[in-house]
C-alpha cells in the first residue's frame, strides 16, 4: 500500500488501469415509502445510475409493509438500502437483529446492493450463511466523523473490511482540512490497482473535492443529492451538479484538474465558467473549489502534474507569490497572483489576469458612454480613486498607473493605503477622509473590497452623496451584478461597469494559460451570458 502523503506519489500509469466508470448515486431520504419510491424515479430522471434508499430516515418502518413497496419492480433505477444505526451516523436506534433481518428481507426482494456497517458485517455474514443472491453486491461501510486516518490506517481498514468478504469497500471519513483527501486519492488508486471496488469520500467542505474527483482514481461511486437541501452527508453536491457542471462522466485517469483556491470559495462562480469553457473546446479537464487553509501546504501534497492548474482568491493572492517557483514580472509587481499554472517541467508560475480585465472592463464601459480618443487609454491623465489594498486593489492601482491616470488609494487599514500609495507614487486616504474627497470633476472610482457582497447586499462602501462627485464607478463585487454601489452610482449619474465584466476577462486570460488554447470571445460571452441569472446553477458546497 502507497504510504506517501502527496498525490504526486499516485502516477497517472497506476491510475490508467481500464475500468467501469464511476456511478452516480442518488440518496432517497423521504420520510415514507411511497415518496421513496417516487424519489428513484426522480432520480433515473436526473439521470442517475443507482439510488440509495435510507431505510433509517423512514418514519414508523415496518419492513414487511414498506419494502415491497420501495422496492417494486420495475424499478427506475438500481437499489443500494441502507439502515444506518445511531452508533454509525444514522437514525436507526433499535435492535440490531431486527435491523439486519430487515437487510437480509430486500437481499430477498432483489435489493441490486445492501450496505452493511463493518462493525456488524460478521454478524451480518453469519446470518445470510452464504445465502447471499447472486444480483446483490455487499457493500461493508466505515465512517469516521472526526478525522481522515493516515494512509497505512486507511489501508488497514481496506483489509479489515476485504476480510468480511465484501462485495465493494465503503470508506467516509471527515476532513480537517483539504490535503487529508490526498490520502483518500491513494487509497482509491491502489484499490483500483488491485482491482478492489471501493467507494471512498471525505465529508464537508474541505473534502468536497473527493466526491467531484474520485472518478479519477477509479471509485465505484460517487453520492449526488436530489437536489439542494436533500444531501445525506455534509458538503454533498447535487447529483445534476456532478453530471452537468462537473461533467463527472467525462473524468477519467488522464483528466487534469484545475480549481479556485479560496477561502471561502463557495460563492465563486469560477467552476460554473471554466468547466463550461473546458466542455466546448473538448479539454480534458475539470475545475472544482479548493477551500484551502494553507496555501504552501495544499500546493506541496497536490503537486503531481495533474494538478495543472490554480485560480486564486481570497486571502491568498498574495502568499501565492511566494508560493510559485517562477512569476511573471507584472504579477511580482502588482504582489498579487491570482493564477497559477504548472509547467510540464512540474514548476509552478504565478500571473495576474486580474488587473487586464478590470482594466479593459472600465476602459471600455467608458467607451462605450462617452466620445473618447481612440489613440489613447481614457484613463490616461484622469483622478482614478480605488477603495481597497489587497489583491484586487493592487492590481487595479497598478493598472490604472500604467495607463497614465492619477492613482489615490483608500483603505480601512490606512497603513496599507500609505503602502500601496507608495509603491504606486500616489497620494493615501482613509475611507472617512473618502467621504469629502471631490478635488476635480470627472473623476473615477474602484471598489476592491468585498463590501456589498452577497449577503450583504445592502452595503456599500461609500455613501450616495459622495458619489456624485464620481463620473465613472468600478465594483469588483460581482455577486450580485449589480451591488448597492453601482445602483446608486448610476441614479447619480454616473457611467457604472460592473465586477461581472472583469470576472469574465480575467477568466478568459486564465482559460489561456490553463489550455494554450486562444480565447473565443463570442464563445465565451456566450458561456457568461448565464452568469448573473440567480437561476444559472451554482456549485453547492
Ligand atoms: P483581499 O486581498 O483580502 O483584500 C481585501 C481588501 O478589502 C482590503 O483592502 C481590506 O482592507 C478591504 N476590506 C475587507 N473587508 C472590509 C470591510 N468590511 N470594510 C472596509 N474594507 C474592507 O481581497 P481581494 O482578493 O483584493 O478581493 C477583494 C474583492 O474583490 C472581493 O470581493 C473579490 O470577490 C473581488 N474580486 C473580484 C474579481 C472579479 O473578477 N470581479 C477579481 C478579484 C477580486 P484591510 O486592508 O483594512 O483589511
Known sequence: MATAMSVSAVSPAATAVARPRTLVCVPATARAPREMAAELAAAAALGADVAELRLDLLAGFAPRRDLPIILAEPRPLPALVTYRPKWEGGEY??????????????????????????????????????????????????????????AEELADLVAQIQATGADIVKIATTATEIVDVARMFQILAHCQEKQVPIIGLVMNERGFISRVLCPKYGAYLTFGSLEKGRESAPAQPTAADLINLYNIRQIGPDTKVFGIIGKPVGHSKSPILHNEAFRSVGFNAVYVPFLVDD????LNTYSSPDFA???????????????????????????????????????????????????????????????????????????????????????????????????????????????????????????ADLENYHPEEGMILANTTAIGMHP???????????LKSYAVVFDAVYTPKETRLLREAAECGATVVSGLEMFIRQAMGQFEHFTGMPVDNENFQAITSSLDNPNTMKPRL
Open 309 to 431: 492548474g490554480f485560480s486564486c482568491t481570497i486571502p491568498h493572492k498574495e502568499a501565492a507569490v511566494r508560493c510559485c517557483d517562477e512569476v511573471d514580472p507584472i504579477a511580482r509587481d502588482i504582489g498579487a497572483v491570482n493564477t497559477m499554472v504548472r509547467r510540464p517541467d512540474g514548476k509552478l508560475v504565478g500571473y495576474n489576469t486580474d488587473y487586464v480585465g478590470a482594466i479593459s472592463a472600465i476602459e471600455d464601459g467608458i467607451r462605450a458612454s462617452q466620445q473618447t480618443d481612440p489613440t489613447t487609454s481614457p484613463l490616461a491623465g484622469r483622478l482614478f480613486v480605488v477603495i481597497g489594498a489587497g489583491g484586487a486593489g493592487k492590481a487595479l492601482a497598478y493598472g490604472a498607473k500604467e495607463k497614465g491616470a492619477r492613482v489615490v488609494i483608500a483603505n480601512r487599514t490606512f497603513a496599507r493605503a500609505q503602502e500601496l500609495g507608495n509603491l504606486i507614487g500616489g497620494p493615501a486616504l482613509t475611507l
Open 295 to 298: 496555501l504552501a501546504k495544499f
Open 456 to 466: 450583504n447586499v445592502n452595503e456599500t462602501p461609500l455613501s450616495k452623496q459622495a
Open 93 to 150: 436506534e433499535g435492535d440490531d437483529e431486527r435491523r439486519l433481518e430487515a437487510l437480509m428481507l430486500a437481499m430477498e426482494l432483489g435489493a441490486e446492493y445492501v450496505d452493511i456497517e463493518l462493525k456488524a458485517a460478521d454478524k451480518f455474514m453469519r446470518l445470510l450463511s452464504g445465502k447471499k443472491p447472486e444480483n446483490c453486491k455487499l457493500i461493508v461501510s466505515s465512517h469516521n466523523y472526526e478525522n481522515t486516518p493516515s
